[in-house]
């Protein structure tokens, strides 16, 4: 089965520190597109960041950056200079090229931005 | 702006109503999804669809069906609620195929509560 794994029910950060929540997936085909999507209280979802399987180089977007271990099928989300505003429930998640086209959605993680 | 509504942020109703849920993209997009969310859970897919009159089970299709008869327009129906329906519904919207690399754009979610 295709699967998504957010280990990290809940993490929590000081404002202005970095903080990184992990995701590993499992899946035996080699093209896909992994996100993280962001998901604030009472707000609606928004993509955060994404990275083509086929690429090497490391997504970022300003303070978000990704660590993409293909082999390991690890995708973890590097937060830097944490501000309030990143408060949200943060989902991992990928999509095949071939075969089903569908998000396939880990179970999130709650982020805490203590000030 | 891509812009998905849903017809309620909450809803209450009764087992064994019948209920619809209401999703409106203004994107033009192809392909729209129905998710439930739960703690723990994360986001599961119910149904998809492509094209107008189109439309694809996902992970759990059972005790729901959908209705698309105008290509913006995605329609969730529970034939008989029951109190195992109580949750978040989100609707996503995106285009066909790797154009913009799967990118779903999600509305602001429903709360339904089945009493």
């Known amino acids: 089965a295709q699967t998504v794994t957010q280990s990290q029910p809940e993490m929590s950060v000081q404002e202005a520190e970095t903080v990184t929540l992990s995701c590993t997936y499992d899946t035996s085909e080699s093209d896909y597109y992994l996100f993280w999507y962001k998901q604030p209280p009472s707000r609606q979802m928004i993509l955060v960041i994404r990275?083509?399987?086929?690429?090497?180089q490391n997504a970022t977007e300003n303070r978000f950056s990704v660590n993409f271990q293909k082999a390991a099928k690890s995708f973890s989300l590097k937060i830097s200079d944490s501000q309030l505003g990143d408060a949200a429930m943060y989902f991992c998640a990928y999509h095949l090229i071939q075969g089903a086209q569908k998000l396939v959605f880990g179970q999130g993680t709650r982020l805490t931005i203590n000030p | 702006d891509v812009k998905v509504t849903q017809s309620s942020r909450y809803l209450v109703k009764r087992t064994g109503e019948k209920v619809f849920l209401e999703c409106v993209q203004d994107m033009d997009h192809e392909n729209m999804f129905w998710y439930r969310q739960d703690p723990g859970l994360g986001l599961r897919l119910i149904y998809f669809s492509y094209d107008v009159k189109m439309k694809e089970k996902g992970d759990i299709p059972e005790g729901y069906s959908v209705s698309r008869e105008k290509k913006e327009r995605f329609s969730l129906i529970l034939e008989s609620a029951s109190t195992n329906q109580t949750s978040m519904y989100l609707c996503a919207s995106s285009f066909l195929g790797q154009a913009i690399s799967y990118e779903q754009y999600f509305g602001p979610g429903t709360r339904l509560t089945v009493t």
């Open positions: 990275q083509e399987a086929y690429k090497q």
